[in-house]
Structures are given as C-alpha cells and as structure tokens.
C-alpha cells in the first residue's frame, strides 16, 4: 500500500478507486478454474481443418471473388446471342445502351454471395414503373428490382429492392437518383430432383446496407402475369437486364459458396 498511497498523493485518482481496480483485476474468473476443468474444455477445441485465409480490404471485391466489372471492359459479360455487349462501359460504370437488350455472365452460378452497385438515371419526365427500371437476375430468373423509387409511388412488391412480383422489402432505403446504391446479395439456389423441386431457393439482401430481406424462401421465378412457380434448372448465369432505361452499375462481384 506505500506504493498505492504515493500514487495517489500525485494523481486525482482516490485511493478507494485504485483498491476497487486491483481487486478487480486479482479476481478473474479463471482464478478458481481446476486444471480437470481445463482439461475438459479442450475436449470441445476443435484444431482444422482451418478456414483458408480471404483478404477482404474495405471497397474492395474479396481476395477470393470472381470480378464481373472492376472497370476493366466487360470480358466477362455477353449479350443473349453470345456476343459482345453493346453496353457502354468506363473505367468508372457499366451503363445500359436501351435496346440493345440483357446481358449475361458468361459464367453459371449456383449458391453465391454477390455485390453490386447501382445508379438510377434522371427521368423526371417519367413515374411508377417506367422511371429508371432495370433487374439483377440471379440464375437468369429471380429479379431483384432495381427501380427509382424515390418519391416515385409504384407498387409495394415492384419497387427497388423487391423480389418483383413476390416480397416486399422490410423497410425502404432508397436513395434518390444519380446515387450510387448497393445491393449485397445472399442467394442460395433451389434443388431438383427427378425434375421436382426438393428445396426453394433462399434469398438475403442487404439494400444499401440495410437488411431488407431475411433469408426468404422465393416462390419460384420472377413473372410480370401471374404467379410465380418453379422450372428445373442448374446453374445459370446472372444477367442485367434493359428495360429501356440508361442506369448505370459497378463494382460487381460474386464469391461461390
């Protein structure tokens, strides 16, 4: 206590809290662990295999991704005809060219973790379901809805961030046009068996950083007439889609669960 008592002679701090602090940390719980304990809690220490190692740097794609548009040209894209896109691209944005129709991944994925980036154009001059529309397709045929909604009243299950046609999103966080938005995608893909659907297919999203869907069950593929139901199908490619509208996308990645 000679010590504690010099310490608080040249401190503000009492020597009341300077006891409280050593008690404090003379008591971990550790203090009355056996060694049997110990032992027995090693029992459940699982060792490997260990998870191998993703960098994963803040605006950037993970070390592991598959890049889709970084950018660099549209290498990884065609139109529905296996061509080249007629898209515009830049080192900054992917923007649709209206009338040259969807374009694909050249690649087919099944259970992915996708992000992307997106810009609705100004049209002032248009409403509801025309101002700005385009899609995230995953496996060609589950539509996410990219839309300017942003004081743009349209229906509930058709705007932004919807599965079109199928759920609503939770809460609305949209962002008026010409800003960038974000979707952060967790979609687990259905499983058939003998042409019969086994499992549906599980979406998650994250619109702008907010949870907007929570692991919902789809009830089959995206349809503008009609109630959704399910084809067989495998992997498929992701596509973008041209619906008359110049929006522009970045920053797109996936990584394959």
């Known amino acids: 206590m000679k010590h504690l008592r010099f310490f608080t002679q040249h401190t503000s701090v009492s020597t009341a809290c300077i006891a409280a602090c050593l008690v404090m940390f003379s008591s971990s719980p550790m203090a009355d662990v056996t060694q049997a ?14 998870p191998k190692k993703v960098e994963a740097m803040p605006g950037q794609a ?10 660099n040209g549209l290498d990884s894209w065609v139109d529905k005809d296996g061509n080249n896109p007629q898209w515009e691209d830049s ?5 649709v060219k209206p009338g040259t129709g969807y374009i694909f991944t050249k690649q087919s994925f099944c259970d ?9 154009t100004r ?31 349209t229906y ?16 609305d966080a949209s962002r008026p046009a010409e800003e960038w938005q974000s979707y952060d995608i967790i979609f687990t893909a259905p ?46 490619p992701i596509k973008l889609q041209d619906h008359g509208s110049a929006n522009s996308f970045r920053n797109i990645w996936v990584r394959e669960i």
């Open 37 to 50: 304990q110990i032992e027995e809690s090693k029992k459940t220490e699982v060792w490997g295999p260990m």
């Open 62 to 71: 993970p070390s592991d991704a598959i890049v889709l548009f970084d950018g």
């Open 91 to 95: 080192p900054y944005a992917l923007t």
């Open 112 to 120: 992915v973790q996708m992000h992307i980036e997106w810009r609705a």
């Open 123 to 153: 049209e002032e001059e248009k409403e509801g379901q025309n101002k700005a529309n385009s899609g995230v397709f995953l496996q060609e045929r589950y539509e996410i809805q990219v839309l300017d909604t942003y004081e743009n009243k």
């Open 156 to 171: 509930a299950n058709g705007q932004a961030a919807s599965v079109y046609k199928q759920f609503i999103p939770l809460v």
């Open 191 to 236: 499983i058939f068996e003998n042409d019969e659907l086994v499992k549906p297919a599980y979406l998650t999203l994250l619109h702008n950083g907010v949870l907007v869907h929570n692991n919902i069950a789809l009830k089959g593929q995206t349809e503008w007439i009609g109630e959704p139901k399910y084809y067989p199908h495998g992997c498929l």
